[in-house]
């Protein structure tokens, strides 16, 4: 089971970081992928990292913004987020893949419950 954690209500420009633990099993093994939804939008790929943590993808928009990250004490991955938009308002899931890397959500075998991210002044 995974959880993701750290969302909240945040001012545009402002920051928020998110970590998705896992219970059951650890992510050491798995590819993680963060993914967002937004109202009344299809579920989006953020970003992605590898079971070494050594290699990351974004999507264009994110990047420079956004930064994923293994935290190799608390065994989490982290999606730091920055200069937020009101555009970034949405539900940030987190999901693990046994195997290579992907963009696609149907690929991942184990999702988070989301945690809501809203940016607004």
């Known amino acids: 089971q995974l959880q993701a954690s750290g969302g909240g209500l945040v001012q545009p420009g402002g920051s928020l970081r998110l970590s998705c633990a896992a219970s059951?099993?650890?992510?050491?093994?798995?590819?993680i992928g963060w993914f967002r939804q937004a109202p009344g939008k299809e579920r989006e790929w953020l970003s992605c990292?590898?079971?070494?943590?050594?290699?990351?993808y974004y999507l264009e928009s994110i990047k420079g913004r956004f930064t994923i990250s293994r935290d190799t004490f608390r065994k989490t991955v982290d999606l730091q987020m920055n200069s937020l938009k009101p555009e970034d308002t949405a539900v940030y899931y987190c999901?693990?893949?046994?195997?290579?890397?992907?963009?696609?959500?149907?690929?991942?075998?184990?999702w988070g419950q989301g945690t809501l991210v809203t940016v607004s002044s």
């Open positions: 990292i590898s079971r070494s943590g050594s290699n990351t």
């Open positions: 999901a693990a893949r046994r195997f290579s890397m992907s963009k696609a959500d149907y690929d991942y075998d184990y």
């Open positions: 059951g099993f650890t992510l050491d093994y798995y590819t």
